[in-house]
């Protein structure tokens, strides 16, 4: 697996991460723990080194199995969690306070079986509370051996800006994909300016992109993308434009659309990393085969003018949970 470095960091992570969120969270029921222990100790075999998770995905639950299941690859693995709502609990509101980043260092720390957070992200920026205080926070932290790097999670460039000034922030992590492209505008710039990493969520689109899921996929009661007007059978239909696509230009590279879609998003800067999720051993291996995919310049320019003429049908989020992102 090729290495990357987070903007002009020393962290250097694989090429392709892996996101744990849906081991027990949002994807419906979660996944048997020793299954998961078992995947993720693959990922390390195969050459995987950077492994997201956050206290919010259970809750508390996905850092505890991150940790058993790193526990033995400690010193060879790079491990980020995540802190900014109440209690843990995605639904009660945020709090990003510096008494209660301090509190959710500490306990992450134990769930995690670490003396170290490697990277440690506001999960979503809090309105009341000003980010230099947040920076302060994780700068204290950071002294005190605690944390290593500071990230932020879907930040507006104003906060990141400010955030940056008090505390240099190794990357920023925010929903990135073929069919969501909005940090081009101005996060990507942004991120160019300041040496910052990028860190690409739901790289696949929830899915989407893998091709594996049409107007007549069906999903758990409890699976989040239930909730999303993105994923409305009506939407799904209109949006396979976008995996037609991917499919054309992966038969021509021996490649399956998600290895196209992961491909595409390392061809665009040298400091991006995206952190595809899966619960499946295929699909772990599919994913980082995409790291193999290379993509030439007029492959490039012919996605990006084929995915020009396709608009993407329904928001990525509600209302509710746009208006909790900064972008």
Same mark, same amino acid.
């Given at each position: 697996m090729q290495k990357r470095k987070l903007g002009t960091s020393n962290l250097e992570?694989?090429?392709?991460?892996?996101?744990?969120?849906?081991?027990?969270?949002?994807?419906?029921?979660?996944?048997?723990?020793?299954?998961?222990?078992?995947?993720?100790?693959?990922?390390?075999e195969r050459g995987v080194t950077f492994f997201d998770t956050a206290?919010?995905?259970?809750?508390?639950?996905?850092?505890e199995l991150v940790g058993e299941a790193l526990a033995p690859f400690r010193d060879r693995v790079v491990i980020a969690t995540k802190f900014g709502f109440k209690n843990g609990d995605s639904t009660?509101?945020?709090d990003s306070r510096p008494e209660r980043i301090r509190a959710v260092a500490d306990a992450s720390l134990k769930r995690l079986r670490t003396d170290r957070i490697d990277l440690f992200y506001q =999960?979503?920026?809090?309105?009341?509370?000003?980010?230099?205080?947040?920076?302060?926070?994780? /700068?204290?932290?950071? %002294?005190?051996?605690?944390?290593? =790097?500071?990230?932020?999670?879907?930040?507006?460039?104003?906060?990141? %800006?400010?955030? =940056?000034?008090?505390?240099?922030?190794?990357?920023?992590?925010?929903?990135?994909?073929?069919?969501?492209?909005?940090?081009?505008?101005?996060?990507?710039p942004t991120l160019t300016e300041l040496g910052i990493g990028f860190v690409a969520y739901s790289p696949?689109?929830?899915?989407?992109?893998?091709?594996k899921i049409d107007q007549n996929t069906k999903f758990d009661s409890t699976d989040f993308r239930n909730r999303l007007p993105r994923f409305t059978p009506e939407a799904r239909k209109t949006n396979q434009a976008l995996i037609d696509l991917l499919g054309a230009i992966g038969a021509r590279k021996k490649a399956t659309p998600a290895q196209i879609a992961l491909a595409w998003l390392l061809a665009q800067k040298p400091w991006i990393v995206p952190i595809p999720g899966t619960t499946k051993l295929a699909r772990l291996e599919e994913n980082i085969g995409a790291a193999s995919v290379a993509l030439t310049s007029d492959d490039l320019?012919?996605?990006?003018?084929?995915?020009?003429?396709? /608009?993407?049908?329904?928001d990525r989020y509600p209302e509710s949970l746009e208006r909790m992102t900064g972008l």
């Amino acid at each position: 697996m090729q290495k990357r470095k987070l903007g002009t960091s020393n962290l250097e992570v694989s090429a392709i991460g892996l996101g744990c969120m849906g081991m027990t969270f949002s994807y419906g029921p979660p996944a048997d723990k020793q299954d998961m222990i078992s995947l993720i100790r693959t990922a390390v075999e195969r050459g995987v080194t950077f492994f997201d998770t956050a206290e919010v995905y259970g809750p508390f639950n996905n850092e505890e199995l991150v940790g058993e299941a790193l526990a033995p690859f400690r010193d060879r693995v790079v491990i980020a969690t995540k802190f900014g709502f109440k209690n843990g609990d995605s639904t009660a509101g945020l709090d990003s306070r510096p008494e209660r980043i301090r509190a959710v260092a500490d306990a992450s720390l134990k769930r995690l079986r670490t003396d170290r957070i490697d990277l440690f992200y506001q =999960h979503r920026v809090d309105p009341a509370v000003p980010i230099e205080e947040v920076a302060g926070a994780v /700068k204290d932290l950071i %002294r005190q051996g605690k944390a290593r =790097h500071f990230g932020l999670s879907e930040a507006g460039v104003q906060t990141i %800006r400010r955030a =940056h000034a008090v505390q240099p922030i190794t990357a920023v992590q925010s929903e990135y994909s073929l069919w969501w492209r909005r940090p081009e505008a101005e996060l990507l710039p942004t991120l160019t300016e300041l040496g910052i990493g990028f860190v690409a969520y739901s790289p696949l689109g929830k899915g989407f992109l893998t091709g594996k899921i049409d107007q007549n996929t069906k999903f758990d009661s409890t699976d989040f993308r239930n909730r999303l007007p993105r994923f409305t059978p009506e939407a799904r239909k209109t949006n396979q434009a976008l995996i037609d696509l991917l499919g054309a230009i992966g038969a021509r590279k021996k490649a399956t659309p998600a290895q196209i879609a992961l491909a595409w998003l390392l061809a665009q800067k040298p400091w991006i990393v995206p952190i595809p999720g899966t619960t499946k051993l295929a699909r772990l291996e599919e994913n980082i085969g995409a790291a193999s995919v290379a993509l030439t310049s007029d492959d490039l320019r012919e996605i990006d003018r084929a995915a020009a003429r396709i /608009k993407v049908e329904g928001d990525r989020y509600p209302e509710s949970l746009e208006r909790m992102t900064g972008l």
